[in-house]
């Protein structure tokens, strides 16, 4: 039998955007997975496995206890938002360090966030929560424009939308409920103060109520009025780092979070950080990967360790950049082709997502961040400035064809038949 300790990771994701995780935990760790599928590329980093219906929290329960029945665990981790609530039951349930259930709503939930943010006097956006299309007419009287609509509880930009004027407010209304209608724990929609300055994000590693900002992301947004990342860039040696440090750590102490890693979004308005969201777990778009390549630092094993028990060893052993830049089509249709015409220097992975003949749908045609997304490519430098430019090469370098559609086939369905 093997010596090392045993971590139970619950909902591992996809292989393309999550496949660096299980890696990172399996150097150090053997792995029991609690998985809505069975496994396909999981199954070298695994001893073990359940499979469950992860969206009901009694089955989920039920694969997790027959998991320790047949193992001695040490920990319980996961890196997916929609799960970070019935991770913490489970993990109470087994008797495993984590934070508390009410922990994790709180930060599931951006009203309880913001209330939160403003008892403990960390700066973040005035907001108000809006159940009807009347009651968010009525937020943006006393808001103002520009405004965010926004889901209570959701992840990954979803439902997202700004408006500058009052009657753009009924369609961003509709197309903040459909994104607020995925969520399980809250389908509400909040009305925000519209944060003006660039965004990053600042990812951070907790233990025993000391956080750790181990590196910040500077974030490329696509147009408006929505707020897809088309691109992050991380620099081992950033001065904003510092600079920003300290109020992610204190929105992390007011969501009363005492353990895990953290990906905190804030924006720089006037200069000054605002607090956009704290996610209680590992930062999507492979920034976790991004941090390792530009800096060293394992966040997968370190939250992996803190579930385990362990302290983290969060030493730096790189000081370079990477940067990754998203794939994405000019218009909605159908892939027909999409390759590298030509090789680049500090090229990371290139890496597609959609094969030819698949469906394309851009936010404003009722599709979301990942429904158009094609792939992505991660590039490597000494310095900002070179990472970001060989990744603009590579994009330069691509031959991606996308038939378009009519606007009437995506609007009745047709084409995502």
């Known amino acids: 039998m093997s010596a090392r300790p045993l971590v139970l990771v619950v909902s591992p994701g996809d292989e393309a955007d999550r496949g660096y995780c299980l890696e990172q935990v399996a150097a150090a760790y053997d792995i029991v997975l609690l998985t809505g599928a069975e496994p396909s590329w999981e199954k070298p980093y695994i001893i073990d496995h359940a499979v469950a219906d992860l969206n009901d929290t009694t089955a989920l329960l039920s694969a997790g206890r027959a998991l320790a029945d047949r193992h001695d665990l040490a920990g319980v981790v996961t890196w997916d938002e929609w799960r970070l609530i019935s991770t913490a039951r489970l993990a109470r349930a087994l008797g495993l360090a984590a934070n508390s259930v009410e922990v994790m709503r709180a930060c599931r939930n951006k009203a309880t966030a913001r209330t939160l943010f403003a008892r403990h ?4 956006a005035a907001s108000m929560k809006a159940r009807t299309l009347r009651e968010a007419e009525l937020a943006t009287r006393t808001l103002g424009f520009p405004a965010v609509l926004k889901p209570a509880a959701a992840a990954g930009s979803i439902g997202v939308i700004r408006i500058d004027r009052p009657e753009e407010l009924p369609t961003a209304f509709e197309f903040a409920s459909v994104g607020a209608s995925r969520s399980r724990e809250d389908s509400g929609v909040l009305v925000e103060e519209y944060l003006d300055g660039p965004e990053v994000s600042v990812e951070c590693v907790t233990h025993r109520g000391t956080t750790t900002a181990v590196a910040v992301t500077r974030k490329r947004l696509g147009p408006a009025p929505y707020f897809d990342e088309t691109g992050h860039t991380v620099d081992a040696t950033d001065p904003l780092l510092a600079k920003v440090a300290p109020t992610a750590a204190a929105a992390i102490k007011a969501l009363g979070i005492t353990d895990g890693v953290q990906h905190v979004e804030i924006r720089l308005v006037g200069g000054r950080p605002r607090l956009i969201e704290v996610n209680a777990r590992l930062g999507g778009d492979m920034i976790g990967h991004l941090v390792h390549l530009a800096t060293g630092v394992d966040l997968a094993r370190a939250a992996a360790d803190i579930a385990c028990g362990r ?8 000081h370079q950049t990477a940067a990754i830049r998203f794939i994405y ?7 027909t082709a999409r390759r590298v015409t030509k090789p680049t220097g500090g090229v990371e992975r290139v890496r597609f997502q959609r094969q030819a003949g698949d469906p394309l749908v851009l936010p404003q045609d009722g599709g979301d961040l990942y429904s158009a997304r094609i792939g992505f490519l991660i590039t490597t430098g000494l310095t900002a400035a070179v990472a970001e430019a060989r990744a603009q090469e590579v994009y330069r370098n691509l031959d991606v064809q996308v038939a378009p559609v009519p606007p009437a086939a995506l609007t009745t369905g047709e084409h995502a038949a």
Do not use: E, M, Q, W
Request: glycine fraction near 10%; charged fraction near 10%.
């Open 311 to 318: 302290t983290p060893d969060l030493t730096p052993t790189r």
């Open 121 to 124: 006097g960390v700066p973040s």
């Open 329 to 335: 089509p000019a218009y909605s249709g159908t892939l």
